[in-house]
């Protein structure tokens, strides 16, 4: 009986030629906008990793010079565009795409796609993701607006119940039926996104397979809440009009209004220094020390009759090694202790802020499927965070490496310019290389926004079987 209470609401929205032409609208803006999302998303991989190849090779042939001129002359680090970023952008429109690694400084990640767009950039892009979380509910409300209150103004759901079908009966099967009209639109996009998954995407993401499967679980996950939602508050509203005002209410509340007021939220509950305020503390840290101990003077002091006294001689002059190379290092150490405490400290002002994000997600879940579906298509802020931490552990490490070669080979006695390195050093640094994060930490990430879709269908279920009984049929 449920099974063809499931094929006579299936048929029954599936003739409804309003839903027709809205349905094949959707379907045309979804396929165009991963079909063009895809295309942007591999010319802008290709260009970042021509200029990622460019800058390596410039590193390489930058001549002969001084170690710690190398160390200035620097490098670039771009970030990898993720191959799911064609199905939400994310911030990645203002997260930045490359950052400048040199000595003495841990620079911002400049250059991003809304420093060079118009105000327009604000309201979004459209995207598949835009698509799915907003405008696809939407067609789920007109779909389930009057799906009990239609049958109730022409009097066939009490003659439907007189038949011997129970209420519950006669929900689940408007839930499925709705669902799997959903799902006809959902499952053509979802098909062509991952037949554009080819060898290239692999070898950039090996996960990539894996987290396209669960983005779109999560997707499926969440079109279900919204269904049992929609259909849940249709069957108790008195007339079609009331339900379509409240479900347009509901989803006005839910993809508009609250996430605006969540954001705003998070930044007057943890408001975020100014740049300006940043660098002025990072400076004055680095001169007096943090929390005002250990100035620079009193540092260098410390190290000098440390080195001397390790080496056994009076002076500088008589170290067997150069202690510039030394100094340098130990400043550069000191330096990376500064900036990990003031970065950390504005790291954990965006990581509440986003827990508020994730935990309103139990009140709505929109916020939910947003964040999930950004993180696992590498664009939320997580993945933003591990670029910058890759890029800076590669900026230490070839620094390190400079002064390293500065402390055991520029003798003491030899002028500055007269010690220079060529290629040989240049080669031993390898070319910066970032993966993305994997499915697991992800999911252990985005537990609250698991949780949350979880809850919200456990909940609705619970609700529908015990108060099923209880819709009215008059």
């Not at 997260?95 to 040199?102: P, R, Y």
């Not at 679980?217 to 079609?240: D, E, H, M, Q, T």
């Not at 402390?407 to 007269?418: F, I, M, R, T």
């Amino acid at each position: 009986m449920l099974k063809l209470l499931i094929k006579k609401e299936f048929l029954t929205a599936l003739r409804d030629i309003r839903l027709q032409v809205s349905g094949t609208v959707l379907l045309i803006l979804m396929l165009t906008a991963v079909l063009v999302g895809r295309q942007g998303q591999k010319q802008i991989h290709e260009e970042r990793e021509k200029a990622q190849s460019a800058m390596y090779d410039k590193w390489v042939n930058q001549g002969a010079k001084h170690p710690h001129s190398a160390a200035h002359y620097g490098q670039f680090a771009f970030k990898p565009k993720p191959v799911l970023s064609f199905l939400d952008i994310g911030l990645d429109n203002y997260t930045g795409i490359s950052v400048f690694l040199e000595a003495h400084k841990q620079n911002e990640i400049l250059f991003s796609a809304a420093q060079d767009s118009n105000g327009m950039t604000r309201f979004g892009e459209m995207t598949a993701a835009l698509i799915l979380q907003v405008l696809l509910p939407l067609l789920i409300i007109f779909l389930t607006f009057n799906i009990f209150s239609k049958e109730r103004e022409e009097g066939t759901l009490r003659l439907i119940h007189a038949q011997g079908l129970s209420m519950r009966q006669l929900f689940m099967g408007k839930v499925w039926g709705t669902y799997l009209m959903v799902l006809l639109i959902f499952l053509p996009v979802i098909l062509m996104a991952y037949l554009m998954l080819d060898q290239q995407s692999a070898s950039m993401d090996p996960t990539v397979n894996t987290k396209f499967m669960l983005l779109a679980a999560g997707y499926s996950l969440y079109f279900l809440v919204f269904v049992l939602l929609c259909v849940l508050i249709s069957a108790f509203a008195r007339n079609s009009g009331i339900s379509l005002i409240g479900l347009l209410g509901l989803w006005i509340i839910s993809c508009i209004i609250l996430p605006k007021a969540t954001s705003n939220l998070a930044d007057k509950v943890y408001p975020t220094p100014t740049q300006f305020e940043f660098t002025r503390t990072i400076k004055e840290k680095v001169r007096n020390g943090i929390d005002g101990h250990n100035p620079s003077d009193s540092r260098l002091a410390s190290l000098r009759e440390k080195v001397l006294k390790e080496y056994g001689v009076e002076t500088i002059e008589e170290l067997p090694v150069n202690w510039s190379g030394i100094a340098m290092q130990a400043g550069e150490e000191y330096t990376d202790q500064v900036y990990d405490h003031e970065f950390t400290k504005v790291e954990n002002i965006f990581k509440e802020q986003n827990k508020i994000s994730e935990w309103a997600g139990f009140i709505n879940p929109y916020l939910a499927v947003r964040n999930l579906s950004m993180s696992l298509a590498g664009t939320d802020f997580y993945h933003h965070v591990a670029f910058a931490r890759a890029a800076e552990n590669y900026r230490r490490q070839f620094v390190k490496v400079m002064n390293k070669d500065m402390e055991l080979n520029h003798k003491p006695g030899v002028a500055y310019g007269d010690y220079k390195v060529g290629e040989e050093m240049w080669t031993s640094i390898p070319a910066f290389k970032y993966d993305l994060p994997d499915p697991i930490s992800i999911l252990s990430n985005q537990w609250r926004s698991i949780a949350a879709l979880s809850l919200w269908l456990i909940g609705l279920f619970f609700l529908s079987s015990a108060y099923a009984a209880k819709i009215p049929k008059l």
